[in-house]
């Protein structure tokens, strides 16, 4: 059993920058490919990003590639999505995951998640 806990939401204008946090506990967190994905009402669990349980590996989707870096820490069980230049369409809220297989980019693939944190980006 793995426990997520995200933080780092918040209201930002567009164009401005947050960082998230999603702290594990419980098993071996080294042991978890990570990917963060995002949720807006009404509409499907987006992928984000992941990365693999080295670090090694990372993947993006397209519409954040280049303003979005997903990184983490074993040694202090946390995974981070540093976010830059945001813009209004990546107002969601931002769940992290955690898997034992490799990194993927379907939500269903995922066995743990956290509750998510709230990103509300404005004009």
């Known amino acids: 059993q793995v426990q997520l806990v995200e933080s780092g939401g918040g209201l930002v204008q567009a164009g401005g920058s947050l960082r998230l946090s999603c702290a594990a506990s419980?098993?071996?967190?080294?042991?978890?490919?990570m990917g963060w994905f995002r949720q807006t009402p009404g509409k499907e669990r987006e992928f984000v990003a992941a990365i693999s349980y080295g670090g090694i590996a990372t993947d993006y989707a397209e519409s954040v590639k280049g303003r979005f870096t997903i990184s983490r820490d074993n040694a202090r069980m946390t995974v981070y999505l540093q976010m830059n230049s945001l813009k209004l369409e990546d107002t969601a809220l931002y769940y992290c995951?955690?898997?034992?297989?490799?990194?993927?980019?379907?939500?269903?693939?995922?066995?743990?998640w956290g509750q998510g944190t709230q990103v509300t980006v404005s004009s």
């Open positions: 995951a955690a898997r034992g297989v490799s990194t993927s980019r379907y939500s269903t693939d995922y066995r743990y």
């Open positions: 419980g098993r071996t967190f080294s042991n978890y490919h």
